[in-house]
């Protein structure tokens, strides 16, 4: 879950990096108080960025209405670091799922105990019914398709 995430570090790439030091001299007049200029300077420094802070940048990416020409864009990366930021997520998010998914203390000891999957199938919800209707009117179908066949040839 992504709660295992927090506290997780990332090393910024160093491409990242020199895009950032691009954008913050493309920022010309910026400030220290203009936003996106502190996050800009910090990442260059630690060259790493944490779970939390990554999640922070995507919801300012997220809720960001301004223009991609004004300083706190261009400050925090524009489109080339949201999309590494997106992405980093992604891959951090994949990685933990796919990590619950192969542990093996989420799987019973015994496979047939009651946490066997057809032991949870309700038989009111059961769809077998629906299935053998089906069933039978395709191999009826087929019966008359092969039936026409024959008589084609």
């Known amino acids: 879950m992504n709660k295992d995430l927090y506290g997780e ?3 910024v790439p160093e491409t990242v990096l020199n895009y ?24 260059r420094e630690k060259r790493e960025i944490s779970y ?7 919801n300012w990416f ?21 999309n ?15 990590m619950d998914k ?8 015994n496979p047939n105990s009651d ?3 057809s032991n949870m199938n309700r038989p009111t ?5 629906t299935i053998n209707r089906y069933n039978r009117e395709i191999t009826e179908n087929l019966k008359r398709i092969n039936d026409l066949i024959k008589k084609i040839i």
Not at 72 to 77: A, Q, S, V
Not at 102 to 109: A, I, K, N, S, V
Request: charged share 35%; hydrophobic share 25%.
């Open 102 to 109: 192969t542990r093996d203390e989420y799987l019973p000891e």
């Open 20 to 43: 950032l030091e691009q954008c913050n001299t493309a920022a010309k007049g910026a400030s220290e108080t203009t936003e996106g200029f502190k996050r800009n300077k910090d990442l």
């Open 52 to 58: 939390q802070q990554l999640k922070r940048m995507k």
């Open 9 to 11: 570090k990332v090393v």
């Open 62 to 82: 997220d809720n960001y209405d301004g223009g991609d020409n004004e300083l706190p864009f261009i400050l925090n990366g524009g489109h080339y670091v949201k």
């Open 125 to 129: 919800k059961s769809h077998s019914d």
């Open 84 to 98: 590494w930021v997106n992405e980093t997520l992604r891959s951090m998010r994949d990685g933990v799922s796919k």
């Open 115 to 117: 946490f066997n999957l």
